[in-house]
């Protein structure tokens, strides 16, 4: 079973740009959350979508969105670009079958983003 | 929002040797999950202790959750178990919140 892919796995941005991260989850996981790392604020949760809706935020501005497809690929979008945007984001999925947080969660490999 | 300290925040080891990491919280938590973070940047799941003890080999878990607490025990570490172990609990609003984590390098 293929694991969890995002795509790209770098990027440089300048700030005031857009971006737009995916993610394929595992087949068959219906729920797919998305985490920000930073040096200076650790693991964050973004939000989860399940079945193609967003189910829990963390908290992150409304510059930081999400949408999850019918086949579960979700992406995330982060308007107006910061320099504290910087990070390393992961993806995460499971089967939700427990409800959030108590799901085993398989994470992607993360794509690192630097804004200039 | 519930507070959260993970302890040591660094620790060397030398292959062989045994550890036990500690997480403490300010009240009581949900969905208390381990994992671990490889030097490469890849997390994985290591255990779902809301409460009780589980082991999965060289590793166990233990949540003591009336005191507020969860352990991770590593015994006869490897070069292979260096990175950075993190707990997660579910707080209010379903939110999930990562503690700051603790940085392990084994020594071969």
């Known amino acids: 079973k293929a694991g969890v892919t995002q795509t790209p796995r770098y990027l440089i941005k300048t700030r005031g740009q857009q971006v737009t991260l995916s993610c394929s989850p595992i087949?068959?996981?219906?729920?797919v959350s998305w985490y920000q790392q930073t040096p200076g604020q650790g693991l964050q949760f973004l939000f989860e979508?399940?079945?193609?809706?967003?189910?829990n935020k963390g908290n992150f501005p409304g510059r930081f969105s999400g949408r999850q497809f019918s086949n579960s690929r979700s992406e995330m979008n982060v308007s107006t670009l910061e320099l504290g945007d910087s990070a390393l984001y992961l993806c995460?999925?499971?089967?939700?079958?427990?409800?959030?947080?108590?799901?085993?969660?398989?994470f992607g490999p993360g794509t690192r983003l630097t804004v200039l | 929002g519930i507070q959260v300290e993970q302890s040591p925040p660094d620790l060397i080891l030398q292959e062989g040797a045994n550890s036990t990491l500690r997480c403490n919280f300010s009240?009581?938590?949900?969905?208390l999950q381990w994992f671990h973070q490889n030097p490469w940047g890849q997390l994985i799941n290591l255990f779902y202790?809301?409460?009780g003890t589980k082991q999965n080999g060289r590793l166990s878990a233990t949540t003591v959750a009336t005191e507020r607490y969860s352990l991770l025990y590593i015994s006869s570490s490897q070069t292979t178990d260096s990175g950075v172990y993190f707990c997660?609990?579910?707080?209010?609003?379903?939110?999930?919140?990562f503690g700051a984590g603790t940085i392990l390098r084994v020594k071969s």
């Open positions: 009240d009581s938590v949900n969905n």
């Open positions: 995460a999925s499971s089967t939700a079958l427990q409800g959030a947080g108590a799901d085993t969660q398989y």
């Open positions: 997660r609990y579910m707080e209010y609003g379903n939110k999930l919140v």
């Open positions: 202790i809301p409460s």
């Open positions: 979508y399940f079945s193609e809706t967003q189910r």
């Open positions: 087949s068959g996981h219906r729920s």
